[in-house]
């Protein structure tokens, strides 16, 4: 029996990472428009993915009426269709595709000043747009070191590996001695890439507000922001109408940033992320249970009512 779900495991993640490989062939115009056939679809059903970015969305925008709300779920379904079929184009694409994707920049001179200082950049990319183009994009202009936790998927593992090197990014493990080569590639000048908007393992976050609402938040990144008092820059990579391509927006991290307090800290990278979210509300990841981890006495807002 356990031979055989191996087989099934293996099978599904080939014809997996085949569709994606398919996918990846086709023009981003008609890449995109079959990603959002595939997230309209999905708005008109019911499924556990669309009831938790409704939640999201009504949690995180309590004071909006029902049907913007409504609106809202429809049109990052759509967009999270689309970020589905791209990931393929993107994972398959060569780094002069990359850079010629990148249609227009703003508040890039932020990246630009903070790295002549030579002290290395916090490169912050929240689950907003297409962040596998953020990562690439700036590992053409700059050395760059980002953690990398490895697929669920075996098969396609290699193909992410590959395609976030090919820029010449260097990924490195998230334990110890992934922290300890980021602190050696900030003292080098590098950029470190940061997914600052994943729940962190117990005992290695605090919470800190997000939209209003407690939600716990990783402290590595303020940890090493601190050490060097290095710049921090949020970043996020705007999914163009039409596949025209991509609109990378950076913006300089709030007050509070290299606090050694983790909370007020903390507070500070949920400001930033929150900053970015509310630019391009329709493009962001709602459909992850950002809040499933609560203070305690707190009820889990993705449970059955």
């Given at each position: ?61 309590p ?6 709300q ?152 303020t ?10 820059i ?8 039409h ?5 990378i ?26 900053t ?30």
């Open positions: 029996m356990k031979t055989s779900g191996k087989l099934k495991t293996k099978i599904r993640d080939k014809l997996t990472v085949a569709i994606l490989r398919g996918l990846s062939l086709l023009p981003l115009p008609v890449n995109h428009a079959v990603g959002a056939c595939i997230g309209l679809l999905v708005y008109l059903f019911p499924s556990d993915f669309k009831r938790v970015t409704r939640i999201n969305i009504a949690t995180c925008f004071d909006k009426p029902r049907l913007w409504q609106q809202l779920v429809r049109r990052n379904l759509i967009e999270t269709g689309k970020g589905l079929t791209e990931a393929g184009y993107i994972w398959w694409s060569k780094p002069e595709r990359i850079t010629q994707l990148v249609k227009q920049t703003t508040g890039k001179e932020l990246l630009d000043s903070a790295m002549a200082e030579q002290k290395g950049a916090l490169y912050v990319v929240p689950h907003l747009g297409c962040w596998e183009m953020c990562g690439m994009y700036v590992a053409t202009l700059y050395p760059m070191s980002s953690l990398y936790r490895p697929s669920g998927i075996e098969s396609l593992d290699e193909v992410i590996r590959q395609a976030r090197q090919s820029t010449g990014a260097t990924l490195v493990p998230t334990d110890t001695r992934g922290v300890k080569l980021l602190l050696k590639a900030l003292n080098e000048g590098q950029c470190v890439g940061i997914l600052p908007d994943q729940v962190p393992q117990a005992g290695t976050g605090v919470f800190a507000p997000l939209f209003g609402v407690p939600a716990y938040t990783m402290v590595l990144l940890r090493l922001a601190a050490k060097h008092k290095t710049p921090v949020f970043s996020y990579a705007e999914r163009l109408p596949g025209q391509g991509y609109h927006h950076f913006i300089k991290a709030a007050e509070g940033i290299h606090d050694k307090d983790q909370v007020i800290a903390a507070t500070a990278t949920n400001q930033g992320v929150e970015l979210i509310r630019e391009c509300p329709e493009q962001y990841s709602w459909s992850y249970k950002r809040f499933k981890r609560q203070p305690e006495g707190s009820r889990d807002p993705y449970s059955p009512q």
